[in-house]
């Protein structure tokens, strides 16, 4: 977990790990008082540092469908959209969610 701080607080975070192929962003969050201020993309930035000095040489992410906001974050970052299926399943028995 990385944290960037602008005067004593914290306004960013992301979650970023990797399983030694391909590095992942899990969470990234910012402050709603410090959005379009630029910290999203300096904690992406941060991410991509950190990942590229393991040695990884690709970062994916998950975005939901109808989140166009963030869609349109990532595009301004230079990300690309890659059609994938993805499975998944609830540990405890419950039914599956959209």
Avoid at 36 to 49: K, Q, T, V
Wanted: with cysteine; proline share 3%; glycine share 12%.
């Amino acid at each position: 977990m990385l944290a960037g701080r602008a005067g004593g607080s914290i306004v960013a975070s992301v979650l970023v790990g990797h399983d030694g192929h391909r590095g992942w962003v899990y969470y990234v969050a910012v402050d709603p008082d410090h959005q379009h201020s630029g910290y999203g993309r300096l904690i992406m930035d941060s991410a991509e540092d950190w990942l590229r000095g393991c040695g990884i040489e690709k970062l994916q992410l998950m975005v939901r469908p109808d989140n166009s906001q963030v869609q349109a974050f990532y595009r301004s970052l230079g990300y690309f959209e890659q059609q994938r299926i993805i499975y998944a399943k609830w540990l405890d028995g419950r039914e599956s969610t959209p």
